[in-house]
């Protein structure tokens, strides 16, 4: 009934008037519990410290669940396993009656991560489990046992973890089913506020006159406001994807205030170091920094680019966006590149979308009609390498243009995807998901509904083109929102009392590690 009525409503007012229907937790106190790889792990760790104190001999096993972990008793210590772990005040769900059991401790986050007790029986020679599990259910009695690391278990440990684990020989085995190679994150960020920033790119407009003749999301400010998204995008990098090795953040040397520069797992990188004597700088144009990313140096085979206005949106393995074998996958959006021809009119991605069809075309004869959702998007350094080689042309031009450009083409956004697919390197993927606009008065509902079911695997908020209010209106619906859905930091953000001072120039910092 609500959104039904908002179409009565000035198009000025409906944004406002949608928020102040739907409110988004804005009064709510920020929640202290750990983010789920922590809480998996200090469910874990509690309960193998109950178990040992009561003398209760264990071994780690895997489990079909991502945020779960798995432990083996000896049926014959059922009991025994049950009364020390009541004592310790665990919280029990029988999974499996009297065979699995999950337990989670109070302060350790959701119940849902918790550990998974199996109770095993002995048969003849064998140890048997009571149910399936990724390698085996059912192993000799003898089979060695081994102290092996957190990630043996599953791509969902907590990083940095320095506990081992006692297990079998035998679940030390990799699937080929798992993804065993290194991913990378790379992500693009500006701050359109910064005025010196703001002085090149106005002296960069008056460089390149014919930006006037093209569509207004060409250069528009909204594409370059920093309303916060990177701080709570990587926050859901930490507390969903914990099994990301490295960040890379390009920028044009800037960096955000929050950051912690110190970080191993963490490398600021220029648009200097990736251009190196290509292109011109300093670009305005996202497509042309986009056609650099693979130069990154140690950037690993495998990678995941993400805008800093798309987050994951719940727990995800590596496999939602790798195959084990290493093809990347994609996920095609019901949205259709337009088969009209090209105009100077029309906004940059559909212009861009228009320019990958052609090349597709003409390599492959083949015609793409698909956009891709706004995901994060897999990718692979070879790649992008080849298409720089094989394009080289179309990758050089889009690299020159300051601004977006007609002409320019989407590397990493589309291009990739439909070349990587028909070379043998991708296949499709599915993927749970939400795209919606700031602007659209249906946001709030949105993440209304969001931030209670937290049901998708990732989700973008984009701006496209919005008015000073708007901005103002959307900002205030974000901030809101995104703490809300992630209040814990991040591993990459710096303590309060050692935040750098802002617009730190990446030249004055000192240098940081690689790995």
């Not at 390197?425 to 509902?445: E, K, N």
Request: aromatic share 8%; glycine share 6%.
């Amino acid at each position: 009934m609500q959104r039904r009525l908002l179409p009565l409503v000035s198009e000025s007012r409906r944004l406002r008037i949608a928020r102040r229907l739907v409110p988004l937790g804005s009064r709510r106190e920020a929640s202290t519990a750990p983010d789920p790889a922590t809480a998996r792990r200090e469910n874990l760790d509690r309960t193998l410290d109950t178990l040992t104190s009561a003398g209760v001999d264990w071994f780690r096993i895997p489990v079909s669940s991502l945020t779960n972990t798995g432990v083996a008793v000896d049926e014959r210590d059922r009991a025994r396993a049950i009364a020390a772990l009541s004592g310790g005040n665990a919280r029990f769900e029988r999974v499996v009656p009297g065979r699995v059991l999950r337990v989670s401790w109070p302060g350790a986050g959701n119940p849902a991560y918790g550990c998974e007790i199996e109770f095993w029986r002995r048969e003849g020679e064998t140890l048997a489990g009571p149910r399936s599990n990724p390698v085996a259910d059912v192993i000799a009695a003898d089979e060695p046992e081994i102290v092996v690391a957190e990630p043996v278990f599953g791509p969902f440990g907590s990083p940095g973890s320095p506990r081992r684990y006692r297990t079998r020989e035998v679940f030390t085995m990799v699937s080929p089913d798992r993804v065993a190679f290194p991913i990378d994150a790379v992500y693009t960020w500006v701050d359109g506020s910064d005025p010196a920033w703001r002085a090149r790119k106005l002296r960069a407009l008056r460089e390149n006159g014919w930006v006037a003749g093209t569509n207004e999301q060409a250069a528009n400010d909204s594409r370059f406001h920093s309303r916060d998204e990177l701080r709570y995008s990587l926050r859901s990098l930490h507390a969903y994807a914990p099994w990301i090795r490295h960040v890379y953040l390009v920028t044009d040397g800037q960096i955000p205030a929050w950051l912690d520069t110190t970080r191993r797992d963490l490398t600021v990188v220029t648009h200097r170091e990736i251009f190196g004597g290509t292109g011109r700088l300093p670009t305005f144009n996202s497509q042309a920094i986009e056609s650099r990313l693979h130069r990154i140096p140690d950037l690993s085979e495998h990678f995941l680019y993400l805008n800093d206005d798309v987050f994951l949106g719940r727990p995800v393995a590596p496999e939602l966006f790798f195959t084990p074998g290493g093809l990347t996958r994609f996920f095609p959006s019901g949205a259709l590149v337009s088969s009209a021809p090209r105009t100077a009119a029309d906004a940059p991605a559909d212009s861009a979308g228009k320019n990958n069809r052609q090349l597709i075309q003409s390599a492959f004869g083949r015609v793409l009609t698909r956009k891709m959702k706004h995901t994060p998007h897999p990718s692979r350094r070879s790649v992008l390498a080849e298409i720089e080689q094989r394009f080289a042309g179309e990758v050089e031009a889009t690299a020159a243009h300051q601004f977006r450009h007609p002409d320019d083409i989407a590397l990493l956004s589309s291009l990739q995807q439909y070349y990587a697919y028909l070379t043998g390197r991708a296949a499709p993927g599915q993927i749970s998901y939400l795209y919606t606009d700031l602007a659209d008065p249906a946001t709030p509902f949105h993440l209304a509904r969001l931030l209670h079911r937290r049901h998708l695997d990732a989700f973008c908020l984009n701006d496209t083109a919005s008015g000073p209010d708007e901005m103002a209106e959307q900002a205030a619906m974000l901030a809101e929102f995104l703490p809300a859905y992630l209040p814990a930091p991040s591993r990459w953000e710096s303590p309060p009392r050692s935040t750098p001072s802002p617009r730190t120039p990446v030249s004055a910092l000192r240098p940081v590690e690689a790995r």
